[in-house]
């Protein structure tokens, strides 16, 4: 169950509990289901609940995969029940770790502009543009909504547009114009008795709707299987059958980076790797009714660990490691 599922249809405390439940059976995947968990508190209203799952995630002694996109959430539920210096001051925080992520970058600037606070929403959008997309030749999947809450603030403010307004325009695939969505005089329309303008608003809210759809019908990246070289040659090992789909380590590699530029080149979006265990594959095949040797597996086995949170997205940030993990900067290893 999804946390965007309406109130009427799910109750949201029963959810995080079970949650909860499922995330002390699986620790390996206790981020992603607490994150979940905490999700659901807030939209039943309980607020400090879901701040005690924020601090419980950062306590933790394995440490978190991405703990400034925890600190985010936590500022932005802190402050919508009264806590707000200290809101402010993880917001600030987070600002000042400049996440490679854009995730942490969009929650806080959000969380400032719900709260009238425009020029700081403006200026933390634009910071989190600068660190990832400054000299990036093709805004990833994930930064969209960097650029879409950046350009909506922008004209709340009524600035005039500049470089990275421009590419957010590029990247809008809805049919309406940001110009046009974000227009702050929207508003009026909805109580205007012109038929032209209460339609022309119908169009506009459909517009967004599709694109919100669209986002909803992709919460994970479409990801592509990386088995790193120690779980590769156990793979291989335990099931010789699989090395006629991996010849060798480096014909692996070689095909991971073929498909994902094939995949963006055909225009698919939210691009992933996930890297998979042969413990876990095992689990997974068994959980299945099926044997770890049957090739259809894999797709699945990727599609599963996507959806548990585990794809790093792909191609990597300006500057980030490869994905391959060689420990050299993607632009010099596969991104080449």
């Known amino acids: 169950m999804r946390p965007d599922t309406p109130a009427e249809n799910v109750d949201h405390n029963a959810e995080a509990a079970r949650l909860e439940r499922t995330a002390d059976r699986y620790p390996e995947d206790a981020e992603a289901l607490l994150l ?35 600190r985010a959430l936590k500022a932005a539920n802190l402050w919508e029940y009264g806590h707000e210096a200290e809101a402010r001051a993880i917001i600030e925080g987070v600002r000042t770790a400049s996440p490679r992520d854009p995730a942490p970058w969009v929650i806080v600037a959000e969380a400032l502009e719900s709260h009238d606070e425009l020029e700081q929403a403006q200026e933390t959008f634009t910071e989190g543009a600068r660190v990832l997309l400054t000299d990036v030749p093709e805004p990833p999947y994930s930064t969209h909504p960097l650029l879409f809450g950046r350009h909506r603030v922008r004209r709340m403010l009524g600035l005039a547009h500049d470089d990275w307004d421009l590419l957010a325009d590029t990247v809008n695939s809805s049919p309406i114009s940001l110009d046009e969505l974000h227009d702050p005089k929207r508003v009026w329309s909805l109580g205007s008795e012109n038929p032209a303008e209460l339609q022309a608003e119908i169009s506009r809210l459909r517009a967004e709707l599709g694109t919100f759809r669209e986002a909803l019908s992709r919460p994970f990246p479409v990801a592509v299987l990386h088995w790193p070289a120690s779980e590769l040659t156990e793979l291989v090992s335990a099931y010789p059958s699989l090395s006629s789909e991996y010849p060798s380590q480096e014909e692996h590699l070689a095909t991971i980076e073929a498909s994902l530029r094939e995949l963006s080149a055909s225009g698919t979006a939210n691009l992933g790797i996930v890297s998979g265990t042969v413990p876990s594959y095992e689990a997974f095949a068994a959980s299945e009714g099926s044997s770890p040797a049957d090739t259809t597996l894999l797709p699945q086995y990727a599609t599963t660990l996507a959806a548990r949170g585990r794809a790093v997205e792909w191609p990597p940030q300006r500057g980030t490691a490869c994905w391959c993990g060689s420990g050299r900067i993607y632009g010099e290893c596969h991104g080449e």
């Open 36 to 70: 979940q968990a905490a999700a659901h508190l807030e939209l039943a209203g309980d607020r400090p609940a879901a701040s005690s799952l924020y601090d419980r995630l950062l306590s933790s002694p394995q440490g978190l995969d991405n703990p400034h996109l925890v």
